[in-house]
């Protein structure tokens, strides 16, 4: 009879069998069993420098591989990977959390172990508000049972898992169960049907319907339904800016991004007008809508998510939302002709102005873009680095990240570590504020243990550019680091001091040859110098303090 794998080898074999091939993580005494059986396994460890670290790298491979781990010790770890994983939480990414604990054996009489900080389930009952599903393996009769059904709702609603693993059980064999075949939650027909036909008749009876993308078209695997959708019937769409990338940027039916009066405003009227909005997986945050500059009427609109399905002001319940998007390509929707639309604003051709000129943010992003190939994923930090981003013309589907709307500053250069490892054939080329690089910058040096090659350009404005333009004080200034320097301590990478727009044009060029590691482009700015993105929102949001 063969006999039953340990509870942290099921895991590692679960995690392997849904494409994790990378856990991020520092060891600790009460998770250094499964550390061992980790190494002994077909997964591959990276240590980052800090916790919070490898669960910005975690978030982000799940980004771009569908499914991300990371790996702590009891509380000092695990509560230092709290804010990532609220991050992954609002932002829907599956992150599994795997935690050490103190042994069940040990619980005992409640002693005062070392790293406990009120109770022994104080650490659970935190992840509990930031994941979707959580369990501690404390019975091998169940432990196979729980990591299924953990595993399966990170995957179902695309959000973080808690995992936590007693010391004293995970090399105890768990006990096979009897695998429910891969639970596919069904739509309702008759729900469903109905919705199709209402879909149908509004989007075919429309004189000028338009697809808005957003973010869970991504993250439900959906660019291609998205993209067969507008072909089929040469509706036109746009994305918003935590949906950005998920449609090529360079597509004849692209709009460009929507974000109510904070983008363009001819993208903005075209939608806004339209008698016929299909809203597909879009998440209604403030920032999505232009700090609730958005005028989408949802008697105009379709509505379609994984949590919601709406047609004008008709909810249907038990509809998923792949079945809608599945059903949408199923129907005969009328071809129409290509109308006049807006479309994006093309890129100039960048031309560095000779000699002493002082390089600007707007013509930062403008250099920035020609910089773009095939291979880029863009990581953007929070701050000007996101707002500019957006601007950016990304040639290709899901080379954006960026924490558009949780908006934890330090997400970057942690995350491009995530993302390169997901796939080696990205180059990351990381925005990253000097604010948010002082953060989790020191993440470089698993860049440099690991021989990843991103291109980090710190937008040094000295100091909180962001905050600046609505309050400013001293505490919107940071200590001005010698970011260019830091291959010497590193004992890796290239650094660059830039100023000018000839100092850009050399120091990305030469990015461009260097891939054998790092380069960190320390690009000075004014300290009052910001994208026309952030010009708009700056306005905005000083308007509601
Ligand atoms: C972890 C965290 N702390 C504080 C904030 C509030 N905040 C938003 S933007 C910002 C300034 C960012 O500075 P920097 O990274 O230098 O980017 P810049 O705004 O200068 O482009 C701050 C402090 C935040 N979003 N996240
Ligand atoms: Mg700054």
Redesign the pocket.
Known sequence: MKTSPAIGEYLIQQLYAHGVRHVFGIPGDYVLGFYGQLERSKLRLINTCDEQGAGFAADAYARVRGLGAVCITYCVGGLKVA?STAEAFAEKSPVVVISGAPGIKERDKNPLLHHKVREFDTQKKVFEQLTIASTVLSDPQTAFQEIDRVLHAALRFKRPVYIELPRDLVATPGIGHHRTPEIHERSDPKSLRAALAEAQEMINGARQPVVLADVEVHRFGLQDQVLQLVQKTNIPVAATVMGKSVIGEQHPLYLGIYEGAMGREDVRQFVERSDCLIMLGAFMTDINLGVYTARLDPARSIYATSEKLSIRYHTYEEVRFKDFMRGLLGLRLRRRARGAFPRPVPVPAFKARKGAVRLTVKRLFARLNAFLSENTVVVA?????LFGAADLFIRHRTEFLGPAYY????FAVPASVGAQLANPKLRPLVL??????Q?TGVELATTARYGLNPVVVV?N?R?????RHMQDGPYND?WPWHYSRLPDLLGAGRGFIVQTEEDLDRALEEAQRWTKSFCLLDVQLEPLDRSPALDRLASRLAKRL
Do not use: I, K
Request: glycine share 24%; charged share 15%; no cysteine.
């Open positions: 804010n930090d929070v701050g000007d680095s908006a934890s500053m330090g990253v504020g000097d604010g948010a690089f953060m937008l404005n100091g909180y550019g962001t905050e940071v």
